[in-house]
């Protein structure tokens, strides 16, 4: 079975559970759109628990993108957005690993791919600039802007590409409708999965791409 699975922000105990929850064993695989780290209190346990998987696959979110910013390019206005928006606990802990494992992590970070194709969909943290010309898929989203892959919301631009389904996190999907607790928003050529794990009202989704059945932790 393939799941997909976005914005855990470092809710490790849920993670399990959902795991948990899905019978997640060696046969299945894991696509996870982002946004492992900060704001939860694991963040650095969940991020290796993915890291050791070989059956789970981490896209790049805009979280991960500030870590490596601020931890490798030295980025001072990236460090500042990274501490206001949850990085403090994920930097705690970081900071009390080996010099070895913070190396092998930062490794694994900046090779996270932005996005993944497969089939029908496009996988992606945040949005897709829907205005550029499409001729084919490849060259679509080889153009595209890595800020708009990985903050970009996506409010003025809900249709998918012709053709393909786009499926994200990054907004909380209260934004696109208002169901507490959180739910996953299926416009169907659009798919929003996240659905606030760290906050109030919210929980961690994951959608089963073969049957799209959805779990809720």
């Known amino acids: 079975m393939k799941y997909i699975i976005s914005d855990i922000h470092g809710e490790y105990n849920k993670f399990i559970r959902m795991l948990e ?3 997640f064993s060696s046969n299945d695989t894991m696509l996870i759109l ?9 963040s650095i346990d969940t991020l ?11 896209l790049l979110g ?35 690993l080996s010099i070895h494992k913070r190396h092998t992590i930062l490794n694994y970070l900046q090779n996270c791919e932005l996005y993944k194709i497969v089939d029908n969909y496009i996988f992606v943290h945040a949005g897709i600039n829907t205005s550029i010309k499409f001729s084919n898929i490849k060259s679509f989203m080889e153009e595209q802007d890595t800020e708009t892959l990985l903050w970009d919301r ?3 631009g809900v249709s998918g590409i012709k053709g393909y389904t786009i499926i994200s996190g990054h907004t909380p999907t209260k934004y696109f409708h208002n169901i507490t607790p959180m739910t996953i928003w299926n416009n ?8 606030g794990a760290c906050f109030k009202g919210g929980q961690l989704s994951c959608l089963r791409l073969d049957d799209m059945k959805e779990f809720y932790i």
């Not at 290796?48 to 981490?58: D, F, G, K, Y």
């Not at 490596?68 to 606990?89: F, P, R, V």
């Open 34 to 42: 982002g946004d492992v780290i900060d704001r939860g209190k694991k």
């Open 21 to 23: 929850l899905i019978n």
């Open 48 to 58: 290796l628990h993915v890291m050791n998987s070989s059956n789970m696959e981490l």
């Open 154 to 156: 996506m409010e003025g």
């Open 188 to 195: 169907k050529d659009r798919i929003v999965i996240d659905c």
């Open 62 to 96: 805009n979280h991960e993108d500030m870590a490596l910013k601020s931890l490798i390019d030295k980025e001072t206005g990236y460090y500042n957005c990274w501490m206001g928006n949850g990085g403090y606990s994920t930097l705690q802990q970081f900071d009390n």
